[in-house]
């Protein structure tokens, strides 16, 4: 089930996205926790529970028209959690009437995989990792 998430999420939240094994942070104080909080406050970070586990979550950011972030936990990978998270994410950057919206990922990673899969194509490079746009 997606939910929006809320502050008491906030350590399952940093658990998974720092337990990924793609896509890492090179600098994990890149993401703060402030950074989350005012995505629970604002447009909405969301979350896949099941059992009272969340098994991934997404973010979107209609500042600058970006998915902020997209990870779920690996063990429940392959069940369709990330393409449900994803759809919430791009929802939000919707209803905020943006023609094109972007996200990177690590060039050769299964994230770029899924992506492509959904529809995004790269348009370049930023700081390293692909740069993914797709029309909404």
């Not at 703060?32 to 995505?39: H, L, N, R, Y």
């Not at 604002?42 to 970006?66: H, K, L, M, Q, Y």
């Amino acid at each position: 089930m997606i939910r929006r998430a809320t502050d008491a999420d906030l350590p399952r939240i940093s658990e998974i996205r720092n337990g990924v094994r793609e896509n890492r942070l090179s600098d994990p104080s890149r993401v703060t926790i402030e950074d989350v909080k005012w995505f629970i406050a604002n447009p909405g970070i969301f979350v896949w529970e099941e059992a009272g586990t969340i098994a991934g979550f997404s973010a979107a950011d209609p500042r600058n028209a970006s998915i902020w972030a997209l990870f779920v936990e690996e063990q429940f990978e392959g069940r369709g959690i990330g393409s449900a998270l994803l759809a919430e994410a791009c929802a939000v950057l919707a209803g905020h009437r943006l023609a094109r919206i972007w996200l990177t990922t690590e060039p050769g990673s299964r994230a770029e995989g899924f992506y492509r899969r959904a529809g995004w194509e790269v348009v370049g490079e930023r700081d390293g990792d692909l740069l993914l746009e797709k029309g909404i």
